[in-house]
């Protein structure tokens, strides 16, 4: 599934132009169409095409893993869950086997939601607080400090791995850059989030932030997905490398399952404490 630095990657490409294709920022739709009616979630399919034309971007921006486009009169927004891209176009190109809804502008290009496994969603909205409303911070929000991120960990007593994925507590953040992060932080991934001390959470949150800042500027990963172009997958440490020796202590890289999710691992630099040894920790420090 595209992560925060991928579609953080898409937007910016977007935004400049790329391949010899124009920014998106200006360009007016002349038209729009639907190919896949289940890609569309708001409003009706009518409603959607009456509205579109004639609007102009204004600007492209991502929130967690949704990428939103600002019109003239509203906000067009997209969710790429598993196979989404956007693609700008030349109007007379044949439309790709997997497009699943277009906007023709006036310029005499095109912008196509190619989406493979059908799992994308795009929402036409007056804004996007019902969207959004609901999701946590962004990784690197200033306003979330270590202090600050201690304290959501305490509050959750929840295992790690899928914690940090929960969008409601941490925007953006999918398989491969948890278990990319928590390995930079030492942390494993069944981990109970109150067992984490303020070093731990300070540790963890810089460790999130650089593996994401990493990705961005590797343009993403270009695994499991038609996403083009990035080459984090280069970079892996744990995610996808079970049985390849660890590049820190040279221990076999494990795969479990954590949440449904695949989940790679040191069992070397990632120790699990349980909870009784934390506490025995604690009172001998006491």
């Given amino acids: 599934m595209p992560e925060l630095p991928e579609v ?41 095409l009456a509205l579109l034309p004639g609007q102009a971007i204004q600007a492209i921006s ?4 949704f990428l939103t486009l600002t019109l003239s009169e509203s906000f067009l ?51 996007t607080d019902s969207l959004f409303s609901n999701l946590g911070p962004e990784p690197d929000d200033p306003a979330l400090t ?52 303020l070093q731990d959470a300070a540790r963890l949150l810089d460790a999130i932030r650089f593996t994401l800042a990493q990705g961005i500027e590797a343009n993403g990963a270009s695994i499991d997905w038609v ?3 990035g080459d984090f997958q280069n970079h892996f440490q744990v995610y996808q490398q ?14 479990t399952t954590v949440g449904q999710r695949g989940t790679h691992f040191c069992p070397q630099c990632q120790p699990l404490i349980r909870r009784a040894e934390c506490d025995s920790v604690a009172h001998s420090a006491d």
Avoid at 20 to 32: E, F, H, R, W
Avoid at 104 to 127: E, M
């Fill in 62 to 65: 991502r929130r967690a893993k």
């Fill in 146 to 197: 270590p202090a600050r991120f201690h304290a959501m960990l305490q509050e959750r007593k929840r295992v790690i791995k899928p914690l940090l994925l929960d969008q409601h507590f941490l925007a953006g953040l999918g398989n491969i850059y948890t278990d990319e992060a928590l390995f930079k932080a030492r942390i494993h991934p069944l981990q109970s989030s109150e067992t984490l001390d």
């Fill in 242 to 255: 079970t049985g390849n020796p660890c590049r820190c202590c040279g221990q076999p890289i494990q795969k």
């Fill in 227 to 229: 996403y083009r172009g």
């Fill in 77 to 127: 927004v997209f969710h790429l869950r598993m196979s989404g891209d956007l693609r700008m176009v030349e109007s007379g190109a044949p439309l790709e086997k997997h497009d699943r809804l277009v906007l023709d502008f006036s310029s005499g290009w095109r912008l196509g939601f190619n989406d493979t496994r059908k799992f994308g969603r795009a929402w036409l909205v007056r804004d």
């Fill in 8 to 48: 953080e990657t898409i937007v910016r490409n977007l935004r400049r132009g790329t391949f010899g294709s124009p920014s998106l920022i200006g360009q007016k739709i002349l038209s729009a169409r639907l190919l896949w009616p289940h890609t569309l979630a708001e409003p009706d399919i009518d409603s959607f």
